[in-house]
């Protein structure tokens, strides 16, 4: 069974409301995930994941220092990552608050680790975001882009 990180940074609560509607749509369909807050991350167990998704709150149009620190850190792993799939979603506080660019750097970094990542046709084509709060809509488009990072994963990835 192909095996996700759902990995977030929150302060007031959004962006962990979307990672677990997030993790929680990727177990319905049949991945094992583990649902982790940055706080309580382990490095070192970056590469035993298929499927890497992170979801940071947007600060001045780019990551948290949280979910940057991470990433910095996991050149450690460069190359390891290679043809996992990866995916991002943020939250802000209004819709012109640099929602793509903050998705962007942290796709940004997946790239550059080799892993495939996958843009959608409809609603937020880089991935999830909410804006002001976690909303029906916001729900919606966390649970529609973790069918498809599903199906993608499971394609790469099942016994």
Not at 12 to 35: C, F, N, P, Q
């Amino acid at each position: 069974m192909p095996k996700a990180l759902v990995l977030y940074y929150t302060r007031t609560g959004t962006t962990e409301a979307m990672a677990k509607a997030i993790a929680h749509t990727l177990r319905e369909e049949g991945l094992s995930v583990d649902l982790v807050h940055c706080d309580n991350f382990s490095l070192h167990t970056l590469p035993q994941y298929h499927l890497i998704v992170i979801g940071s709150p947007t600060y001045y149009g780019n990551m948290a220092a949280e979910v940057k620190k991470i990433l910095d850190e996991s050149v450690r792993f460069h190359g390891e990552l290679n043809g996992r799939v990866g995916g991002a979603f943020t939250s802000s506080g209004n819709p012109a608050g640099g929602n793509e660019t903050t998705i962007f750097s942290i796709l940004q970094a997946l790239l550059i680790h080799g892993m495939i990542v996958k843009g959608r046709p409809e609603g937020s084509h880089y991935g999830p975001v909410a804006i002001e709060r976690f909303d029906q809509q916001a729900e919606q488009e966390c649970q529609e882009y973790a069918r498809e990072l599903a199906k993608v994963t499971k394609s790469l990835w099942a016994s």
